[in-house]
């Protein structure tokens, strides 16, 4: 099982990003795939994910209104369209096989992180 993200870099305030994250390896019919991020001395926390049909997506509310999630499951790929970055996005973003209980959203597989860098 791998989740494999990429697309991060260093953009200014007000820029855009894109990540992408490969599944591979099994297929992941049964979650979500999700993004969560963490920032320096901070707990990981969830930022956005979107159902294997593809017509249910969910974003925490720090993000809505700027972020798009997006599958192709043909391709086993998941999109995260950030737009509209602040410095308080920076962060590492890791892209996730996710699920939904309790209240939150919780990663039952993780992929390895893609820095992301917002400059004011």
């Known amino acids: 099982v791998q989740l494999q993200a990429s697309g991060g870099g260093l953009v200014q305030a007000g820029g855009s990003l894109r990540l992408s994250c490969a599944a591979s390896?099994?297929?992941?019919?049964?979650?979500?795939l999700g993004w969560f991020r963490q920032a320096p001395g901070q707990e990981r926390e969830f930022v956005a994910a979107?159902?294997?049909?593809?017509?249910?997506?969910y974003y925490a509310d720090s993000v809505k209104g700027r972020f798009i999630i997006s599958r192709d499951n043909a391709k086993n790929t998941a999109w995260l369209q950030m737009n509209s970055l602040l410095p308080e996005d920076t962060a590492v973003y890791y892209c996730?096989?996710?699920?939904?209980?309790?209240?939150?959203?919780?990663?039952?597989?993780w992929g390895q992180g893609t820095l992301v860098t917002v400059s004011s």
């Open positions: 390896g099994r297929t992941f019919s049964n979650y979500a």
């Open positions: 979107i159902r294997w049909s593809g017509d249910s997506t």
């Open positions: 996730a096989a996710t699920y939904f209980s309790a209240g939150a959203w919780y990663a039952a597989y």
